[in-house]
């Protein structure tokens, strides 16, 4: 591949399309998702990613803006508190937090899931939306998806990733995926 040809869909040259486009693509293919929340105790979701519905079995629509569901609800009631105050304690100091807790679902069960976010503070430094991914914390796997020994974890390959996707703006070539090696 010529690397003078290749065009970094998160640089500030790439047309905004490709830039949602390839940001659907990575939303897609990670094993949780990722969202938007007011600082609310409904947690108000201003953004669900789709594959919100593999973990809750609810369509991600219902969470925006409380239309039928609220995020916050599904939390197990013997969890609420105490995950409250972990993410709002450190989102109102704008910090990361990772939070596990019980997540109700549309099918009458529970999963465990972490939580990993960050505050989003405004100019004048008031939380204004907390900023996440959430995930199944027991490493469950889709059907027919392979556990392949050598690979970083999942979860910390995907942070990993997210994570200088989000710091990266003008590479030429993205660098690789991090694996590890026996």
Do not use: K, W
């Not at 990993?116 to 059907?143: F, H, K, M, N, Q």
């Not at 200088?164 to 026996?182: H, S």
């Amino acid at each position: 591949m010529n690397t003078r040809s290749f065009q970094n869909p998160f640089s500030g040259e790439a047309p905004a399309g490709a830039v949602m486009a390839a940001l659907a693509r990575l939303l897609a293919n990670l094993p949780g998702f990722v969202y938007r929340s007011r600082p609310d105790a409904q947690r108000t979701m201003e953004f669900v990613s789709d594959r919100c519905r593999d973990l809750t079995g609810y369509d991600p629509h219902r969470f925006i803006e409380n239309q039928s569901l609220t995020y916050g609800a599904l939390i197990h009631p013997a969890d609420r508190a105490r995950v409250d105050g972990i993410i709002f304690n450190a989102a109102a100091r704008g910090r990361r937090f990772t939070c596990g807790y019980r997540l109700q679902t549309a099918y009458g069960g529970c999963v465990e899931v972490v939580d990993r976010g960050v505050g989003v503070l405004d100019e004048t430094g008031a939380l204004c939306a907390i900023e996440g991914y959430i995930y199944r914390a027991d490493g469950a796997r889709e059907p027919g998806e392979l556990d392949v020994p050598g690979v970083l974890d999942v979860d910390d390959a995907t942070s990993e990733l997210v994570d200088r996707m989000l710091r990266t703006r003008t590479p030429d070539v993205p660098a690789p995926i991090p694996t590890a090696i026996e």
